[in-house]
Nanobody, 122 residues
Framework: QVQLVESGGGSVQAGGSLRLSCAAS????????MGWFRQAPGKEREGVAA???????SYTDLVQGRFTVSRDNAKRTLYLQMDNLKPEDTAMYYC????????????????RGQGTQVTVSS
């Protein structure tokens, strides 16, 4: 079993920045993809970014160029640096891990955290 705990959410004004962290504990995540998805009230889950075990990155078009995903395997921590935030980025952000990257992006990963709220005001 793997436990994921997110932190770093908060409220910022448009144009601001936040850095989310996701600390993993439990079984090893070797070979697993990790990433972030988000969900706003009344909206579908939306993949944000993911990083494979080999370090390859992927982003949804909506955040490309503004968000940066990274992972520190030694610290067993995943990060999401969010810059130039927009009101439409407001959502609960979840960390996820799975052997399959598409499941991480889809929000159907085997392991998911409880989420951290990000609110961006105009």
């Amino acid at each position: 079993q793997v436990q994921l705990v997110e932190s770093g959410g908060g409220s910022v004004q448009a144009g601001g920045s936040l850095r989310l962290s996701c600390a993993a504990s439990g079984d090893t995540l070797g070979g697993y993809a990790m990433g972030w998805f988000r969900q706003a009230p009344g909206k579908e889950r939306e993949g944000v970014a993911a990083v494979d075990s080999d370090g390859s990155l992927s982003y949804t078009d909506l955040v490309q160029g503004r968000f940066t995903v990274s992972r520190d395997n030694a610290k067993r921590t995943l990060y999401l640096q969010m810059d130039n935030l927009k009101p439409e980025d407001t959502a609960m952000y979840y960390c996820a891990a799975d052997f399959y990257r598409y499941k991480v992006i889809a929000g159907t990963a085997n392991y998911r955290g409880q989420g951290t709220q990000v609110t961006v005001s105009s």
